[in-house]
């Protein structure tokens, strides 16, 4: 497969100004008329027209009205180039293109007997031939006709101008999208749906119409969707001055989707999983997943929509910024510090759990990558979570109201653009006369740095010394780093755990400040420290780095216990626990004894029981390193003893702390109805982990509990959450309960995706009953959700029996990334990434990953999406 490089990006050679767009839409047959006019563009020396078409039958080309012959265009792969042609053009294509084949759910395909698109990054192509690429915007008018009957409601981006009757029982409808857009953003929807709709008023008066599409069944699900979508635009306007440019923002749930959602222009189609939910059906997981999904996506209307991407390796450009967005809108709409605290709490773990990993994996690309085989590939964590590391850090940098200037400057200079990376970060820099050139090395270094941490205090000088070293380890076609434009942001505690007022060079810097690292080696001293102090370094996770520092248990505990920063106390809880889990694993592995000491105990237990504390956070401050994150901290994994000793510290917090953790577990009940507030939430994560615990330890009244809350929740946070408990603790009560979550919600596909992973990721459940439950009749390879649901929980969620010794896991593995990448490219490339790390596992385990990887890559008929990943895991 060709690699594409950044270097070689050229500006298009015809920029396109208008497209029509005509449909007749057939699931075995659909008919696309383009006609669309094109100028020469002047930043191009290129006198060709090149457009991109992928498994389109081609039925007639027409130039400025003559249709051109073979000999007029050359095909060439995807690309169809027609040469020397003039500086106006109008080209009339007619294509054909069959939407019930198209298993990959990209371009134009069915679900559920109705249609749908997904044209981002280059799905456009395969609808109709175009210059498909983001620094071509045009204005859209399209016209979609299809059967009355089957497909009553036809939308598409815009504004609604025109629909009608047919006559031969077919109707149509014609949609004028007014903005320029790039084609990634185009979409249609021809289904049988209903919706839920209200008029909202704008923050200028004017009046928009909201709706929210769902499947006939689904109304009862979808006031959460519309809720968040009306405080996303109330957002977006009182945070940012950014309103809704249309009349119209329409909404569209859909079954088979390969991701989370997706911006379509005024047309945002999602996957049910970010849309549908009720107390009955959806976690509060679910509820918080809801309102960030419609966040983001709305939000894209300004970060990625007005102004998009120059070219796809600036994808971070609207993600990693659209990310940062979502994550502090759902911060303000808790509102609370400990809430806000909270959120950034999860995403340091997401950013530990997966970034972290891939920055040192085969897959490594900087924020911006340099290349690629399959820009599909590049929709990962690096561009969007660190990327909205890389946003935040401006913030951190400049201040709120220094970052503030610097979007509004952006957008001064670049709505209706398509720009890069470096555009955003000129802007940030020219808003608040910062020179941040240095800053640049985010975008283009890959790899997770780490900063080593010394300190010295000086009871005579009074004085206390930081000094730091950043390094960042080689990753894949990057040797050497140069250091990075680091915020990191100290506090001091003094010994009554307050904390001490910061001077440095005179100025008072008040509690907290933020120190910029730009060297490999920099030295900060403080001033009039009236005592040795415990360092609080990195707070509020100032910087997407991993900090080295030799904190003693002491310190830890300090903190633990005092640290004014919530994300720092918390942390310093992790490193505690982290820290015996170490201990245990490398115990576990030779088969010594395990024993986890009174001080660790006491200390989470002091944590469970401090009710000055909100729940959230005492919930996050008990939730133990995951397995994978412990296996991130050893050169030689063996899964088995990594889950041996997190199972045995479980056990034992439920064991020793019994007596708390019932006490907590009656104390955060929320009786009454439900509701997806904070205080709730928290509440419910609070006591759920305390039924953990109990079940862990085999506790009976924590059994008795389980069941019983299994019997009577009146929702599906406390419903799943006992089951999981259930399922953990290999309960008696365990098969039935299960087979009465399947029989009452049998009709819920999202609760049986939940049915599906609960049990593809119990460490009971082996590959053979995997297998058994892919031949549920429930089971769909083709749907994504219900994909992922069993097997990319059993081959990431499930450690223990993936990495079984006989390699078992792994020829399944091998087996289901092949099979799926027959459907679904993009479904299986993301499977594929499941032995990314495969280099890290003991010789033995090694062996059989390699042979699973090159039976993979041995595969003559493979998808590029896939070929990239094993062939990069093999390099
Ligand atoms: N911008 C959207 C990306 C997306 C996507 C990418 C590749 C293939 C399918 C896809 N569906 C959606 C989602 C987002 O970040 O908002
Ligand atoms: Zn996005």
Same mark, same amino acid.
């Given at each position: 497969?060709?690699?594409?490089?950044?270097?070689?990006?050229?500006?298009?050679?015809?920029?396109?100004?208008?497209?029509?767009?005509?449909? #007749?839409?057939?699931?075995?047959?659909?008919?696309?008329?383009?006609?669309?006019?094109?100028?020469?563009?002047?930043?191009?020396?290129?006198?060709?027209?090149?457009?991109?078409?992928?498994?389109?039958?081609?039925?007639?080309?027409?130039?400025?009205?003559?249709?051109?012959?073979?000999?007029?265009?050359?095909?060439?792969?995807?690309?169809?180039?027609?040469?020397?042609?003039?500086?106006?053009?109008?080209?009339?294509?007619?294509?054909?293109?069959?939407?019930?084949?198209?298993?990959?759910l990209?371009?134009?395909?069915?679900s559920n007997?109705?249609?749908?698109?997904?044209?981002?990054?280059?799905?456009?192509?395969?609808?109709?031939?175009?210059?498909?690429?983001?620094?071509?915007? !045009?204005?859209?008018?399209?016209?979609?006709?299809?059967?009355?009957?089957?497909?009553?409601?036809?939308?598409?981006?815009?504004?609604?101008?025109?629909?009608?009757?047919?006559?031969?029982?077919?109707?149509?409808?014609?949609?004028?999208?007014?903005?320029?857009?790039?084609?990634?953003?185009?979409?249609?929807?021809?289904?049988?749906?209903?919706?839920?709709?209200?008029?909202?008023?704008?923050?200028?008066?004017?009046?928009?119409?909201?709706?929210?599409?769902v499947e006939?069944g689904n109304?009862?699900k979808?006031?959460y969707a519309?809720?968040?979508?009306?405080?996303?635009?109330?957002?977006?306007?009182?945070?940012?001055?950014?309103?809704?440019?249309?009349?119209?923002?329409?909404?569209?749930a859909v079954g088979d989707f390969n991701m989370g959602a997706?911006?379509?222009?005024?047309?945002?189609?999602f996957n049910t999983k970010f849309v549908l939910a009720n107390p009955r059906v959806a976690t509060d997981i679910d509820f918080q997943g809801i309102?960030?999904v419609?966040?983001?996506?709305?939000?894209?209307?300004?970060?990625?929509?007005?102004?998009?991407?120059? +070219?796809?390796?600036?994808?971070?450009?609207?993600?990693?910024?659209?990310?940062?967005? =979502?994550?502090?809108?759902?911060?303000?709409?808790?509102?609370?510090?400990?809430?806000?605290?909270?959120?950034?709490?999860?995403?340091?773990?997401?950013?530990?759990?997966?970034?972290?990993?891939? =920055?040192?994996?085969?897959?490594?690309?900087?924020?911006?990558?340099?290349?690629?085989?399959?820009?599909?590939?590049?929709?990962?964590?690096?561009?969007?979570?660190?990327?909205?590391?890389?946003?935040?850090?401006?913030?951190? %940098?400049?201040?709120?109201?220094?970052?503030?200037?610097?979007?509004?400057?952006?957008?001064?200079?670049?709505?209706?653009?398509?720009?890069?990376?470096?555009?955003?970060?000129?802007?940030?820099?020219?808003?608040?006369?910062?020179?941040?050139?240095?800053?640049?090395?985010?975008?283009?270094?890959?790899?997770?740095?780490?900063?080593?941490?010394?300190?010295?205090?000086?009871?005579?000088?009074?004085?206390?010394?930081?000094?730091?070293?950043?390094?960042?380890?080689?990753?894949?076609?990057?040797?050497?780093?140069?250091?990075?434009?680091?915020?990191?942001?100290?506090?001091?505690?003094?010994?009554?755990?307050? #904390?001490?007022?910061?001077?440095?060079?005179?100025?008072?810097?008040?509690?907290?400040?933020?120190?910029?690292?730009?060297?490999?080696?920099?030295?900060?001293?403080?001033?009039?420290?009236?005592?040795?102090?415990?360092?609080?370094?990195?707070? +509020?996770?100032?910087?997407?780095?991993?900090?080295?520092?030799?904190?003693?248990?002491?310190?830890?505990?300090?903190?633990?216990?005092?640290?004014?920063?919530?994300?720092?106390?918390?942390?310093?809880?992790?490193?505690? !626990?982290?820290?015996?889990?170490?201990?245990?694993?490398?115990?576990?592995?030779?088969?010594?004894?395990?024993?986890?000491?009174?001080?660790?105990?006491?200390?989470?237990?002091?944590?469970?029981?401090?009710?000055?504390?909100?729940?959230?956070?005492?919930?996050?401050?008990?939730? %133990?390193?995951?397995?994978?994150?412990?296996?991130?901290?050893?050169?030689?994994?063996?899964?088995?003893?990594?889950?041996?000793?997190?199972?045995?510290?479980?056990?034992?917090?439920?064991?020793?702390?019994?007596?708390?953790?019932?006490?907590?577990?009656?104390?955060?009940?929320?009786?009454?109805?439900?509701?997806?507030?904070?205080?709730?939430?928290?509440?419910?994560?609070?006591?759920? %982990?305390?039924?953990?615990?109990?079940?862990? !330890?085999? +506790?009976?009244?924590?059994?008795?509990?389980?069941?019983?809350?299994?019997?009577?929740?009146?929702n599906m946070t406390?419903r799943v959450a006992a089951l999981s408990?259930?399922i953990?603790?290999?309960?008696?009560?365990?098969? !039935?309960a299960l087979q009465r979550f399947y029989d009452e919600f049998e009709d819920e596909a999202l609760v049986i995706d939940k049915w599906f992973m609960l049990q593809a990721s119990a460490?009971?459940t082996?590959?053979?009953a995997v297998?058994g439950l892919m031949r549920h009749p429930a089971f769909n390879l083709r749907n994504p959700n219900r994909a992922r649901s069993l097997i990319s929980s059993f081959c990431a969620g499930n450690?223990?029996?993936?990495?079984?010794?006989?390699?078992?896991?792994?020829?399944?593995?091998?087996?289901q990334?092949?099979?799926l990448?027959?459907l679904n490219?993009q479904v299986?490339?993301r499977l594929?990434?499941?032995?990314?790390?495969?280099?890290?596992?003991?010789?033995?385990?090694?062996?059989?990953?390699?042979?699973?990887?090159?039976?993979?890559?041995?595969?003559?008929?493979?998808?590029? #999406?896939?070929?990239?990943?094993?062939?990069?895991? %093999?390099?």
């Amino acid at each position: 497969p060709q690699t594409i490089y950044r270097k070689d990006y050229t500006p298009p050679s015809y920029l396109v100004d208008t497209v029509e767009l005509g449909f #007749d839409l057939d699931p075995a047959r659909t008919i696309v008329a383009n006609r669309m006019t094109l100028r020469r563009n002047p930043d191009s020396a290129q006198r060709e027209i090149e457009l991109y078409g992928e498994n389109l039958e081609l039925v007639a080309l027409r130039m400025n009205g003559n249709t051109l012959s073979e000999q007029d265009y050359r095909i060439e792969g995807s690309l169809l180039t027609i040469p020397d042609t003039p500086e106006e053009v109008t080209l009339e294509i007619e294509t054909i293109c069959v939407p019930e084949q198209n298993t990959t759910l990209n371009g134009l395909y069915t679900s559920n007997g109705s249609f749908y698109t997904q044209c981002e990054a280059e799905g456009f192509r395969a609808i109709t031939y175009f210059p498909d690429r983001p620094d071509v915007m !045009a204005v859209f008018t399209v016209m979609l006709r299809a059967d009355k009957d089957k497909y009553p409601v036809l939308l598409s981006n815009g504004n609604l101008v025109e629909e009608g009757d047919l006559g031969d029982g077919r109707h149509y409808a014609k949609w004028e999208d007014p903005f320029k857009k790039p084609s990634y953003l185009f979409a249609l929807v021809a289904a049988r749906l209903v919706c839920q709709e209200e008029t909202f008023r704008l923050a200028d008066g004017r009046d928009a119409l909201l709706q929210v599409w769902v499947e006939e069944g689904n109304l009862d699900k979808t006031d959460y969707a519309m809720q968040s979508l009306k405080n996303s635009i109330r957002w977006d306007e009182e945070r940012w001055n950014l309103e809704l440019d249309l009349d119209r923002f329409m909404i569209v749930a859909v079954g088979d989707f390969n991701m989370g959602a997706m911006e379509n222009k005024g047309l945002n189609i999602f996957n049910t999983k970010f849309v549908l939910a009720n107390p009955r059906v959806a976690t509060d997981i679910d509820f918080q997943g809801i309102e960030a999904v419609v966040g983001h996506e709305y939000f894209h209307n300004w970060t990625g929509n007005r102004v998009t991407c120059r +070219d796809w390796f600036q994808l971070s450009l609207k993600e990693g910024l659209t990310v940062f967005r =979502d994550q502090e809108f759902s911060a303000d709409m808790i509102g609370t510090e400990t809430g806000r605290a909270v959120g950034r709490i999860d995403q340091v773990r997401t950013l530990r759990q997966a970034q972290f990993p891939e =920055d040192a994996g085969p897959m490594a690309h900087p924020v911006r990558p340099d290349s690629f085989v399959e820009i599909n590939n590049f929709y990962t964590v690096t561009v969007y979570e660190k990327g909205a590391e890389v946003v935040r850090m401006y913030q951190t %940098l400049l201040g709120r109201d220094g970052f503030r200037k610097g979007m509004d400057l952006y957008f001064e200079r670049h709505d209706g653009q398509a720009v890069t990376c470096d555009d955003f970060r000129r802007a940030m820099a020219d808003a608040n006369g910062r020179d941040l050139s240095l800053f640049e090395r985010w975008y283009s270094q890959a790899g997770t740095p780490v900063v080593r941490a010394e300190t010295r205090y000086d009871d005579i000088a009074r004085t206390y010394t930081i000094t730091f070293f950043q390094s960042c380890p080689a990753t894949p076609g990057q040797t050497s780093k140069f250091p990075f434009h680091i915020p990191i942001a100290v506090g001091l505690l003094g010994a009554d755990g307050r #904390d001490l007022p910061l001077t440095i060079g005179g100025e008072h810097l008040g509690s907290t400040t933020v120190l910029e690292l730009t060297e490999s080696e920099q030295t900060f001293v403080f001033e009039n420290v009236p005592e040795q102090p415990t360092p609080s370094i990195l707070r +509020d996770f100032s910087a997407p780095i991993i900090l080295d520092y030799n904190y003693g248990d002491a310190d830890l505990l300090h903190l633990f216990n005092h640290d004014s920063d919530a994300v720092n106390r918390w942390e310093a809880g992790q490193r505690l !626990a982290m820290g015996r889990l170490l201990k245990l694993t490398g115990e576990a592995g030779v088969g010594a004894p395990l024993m986890l000491d009174d001080t660790f105990l006491l200390a989470m237990g002091k944590m469970l029981s401090d009710e000055t504390l909100d729940p959230s956070f005492r919930e996050q401050a008990l939730l %133990l390193p995951s397995e994978g994150m412990v296996a991130e901290q050893i050169e030689v994994v063996n899964p088995l003893s990594i889950h041996l000793a997190r199972q045995f510290m479980r056990a034992n917090i439920g064991a020793r702390l019994r007596t708390e953790l019932l006490a907590q577990y009656e104390a955060n009940q929320t009786p009454g109805e439900y509701s997806p507030d904070a205080l709730s939430i928290g509440k419910r994560a609070l006591k759920n %982990l305390c039924l953990a615990y109990l079940t862990a !330890a085999q +506790d009976e009244e924590g059994l008795a509990l389980a069941q019983k809350q299994f019997d009577e929740a009146g929702n599906m946070t406390d419903r799943v959450a006992a089951l999981s408990a259930l399922i953990h603790a290999r309960a008696p009560g365990a098969d !039935a309960a299960l087979q009465r979550f399947y029989d009452e919600f049998e009709d819920e596909a999202l609760v049986i995706d939940k049915w599906f992973m609960l049990q593809a990721s119990a460490a009971t459940t082996d590959v053979a009953a995997v297998r058994g439950l892919m031949r549920h009749p429930a089971f769909n390879l083709r749907n994504p959700n219900r994909a992922r649901s069993l097997i990319s929980s059993f081959c990431a969620g499930n450690p223990v029996q993936f990495h079984a010794p006989d390699g078992s896991g792994y020829a399944f593995w091998a087996e289901q990334v092949i099979t799926l990448d027959g459907l679904n490219p993009q479904v299986a490339s993301r499977l594929a990434r499941a032995m990314d790390r495969w280099r890290r596992y003991t010789p033995e385990l090694q062996e059989h990953m390699k042979k699973a990887l090159q039976q993979v890559a041995g595969q003559q008929r493979l998808s590029n #999406d896939v070929r990239e990943v094993v062939g990069k895991a %093999l390099a």
